[in-house]
């Protein structure tokens, strides 16, 4: 991949800097082509993925991808007081779902089952959607239902397969098709 042949100086700089850190934190890289069960379990689609692994849970790295950014944010995360930030996608059930979707101009909605693979994929993608557009101003939100807890909201929206996504203007509902990765779903939103 010529993206991580580039970025491979500065992860070596990554990895000097915080084996020299008090106390040392390890940094690895893992082949996900050879290991590709192990980049299916943390979802890699893209190559460099960054993962910051707190007590064996995966948090998602996606900010610049330099010496400065990578070290400030794996010390933030590695001190003991952090927790993950909320996550901005609106969990619906029976008894909020009318007033949410009905409150709101656009509203996108994932129905998902948690065993689903194709949901566990979207997963990380729609969280990044949601966390940009709930920035904007006036916000946009994104929610999810699970469909398999759910299944009066799963039956009234013909919900068959998962995920089915519902995009949701003053509360009526129309099929979203569109991509379903953060940038794809960020921008078919707002325009």
């Known amino acids: 991949c010529g993206h991580c042949k580039q970025f491979a100086p500065e992860y ?3 990895a ?4 020299e850190n008090d106390p040392p934190i390890p940094v690895a890289k893992i082949d996900a082509t050879a290991a590709t069960s192990l980049a299916s379990r943390f ?4 190559y460099p993925t960054i993962k910051v692994l707190k007590k064996g849970q995966p948090v998602d790295y996606d ?3 330099t010496e400065d950014a990578i070290v400030a944010k794996i010390k933030e995360i590695s001190d003991p007081n952090w927790t993950p930030p909320p996550e901005a996608t609106l969990v619906l059930t029976q008894d909020n779902f009318d007033e949410v979707v009905n409150g709101a101009d656009i509203i996108l909605v994932e129905f998902y089952a948690p065993w689903c693979g194709h949901c566990k994929r979207l997963a990380p993608e729609y969280e990044k959607a949601a966390q940009e557009l709930s920035k904007r101003t006036p916000a ?3 929610a999810k239902v699970d469909a398999t807890a759910e299944t009066e909201l ?3 929206f013909d919900v068959t397969g998962y995920p089915t996504l ?3 203007r003053k509360g009526k ?8 990765e953060k940038y794809g779903i960020t921008t078919s939103l707002i325009f």
């Open 12 to 14: 070596e700089k990554i």
């Open 16 to 19: 000097k800097t915080l084996k």
């Open 43 to 46: 979802d890699v689609s893209g």
């Open 63 to 65: 900010g610049a991808r």
């Open 140 to 142: 946009i939100h994104l």
């Open 154 to 156: 799963a039956k009234k």
């Open 166 to 168: 519902k995009i949701f």
């Open 173 to 180: 509902p129309y099929d979203y098709n569109g991509p379903r």
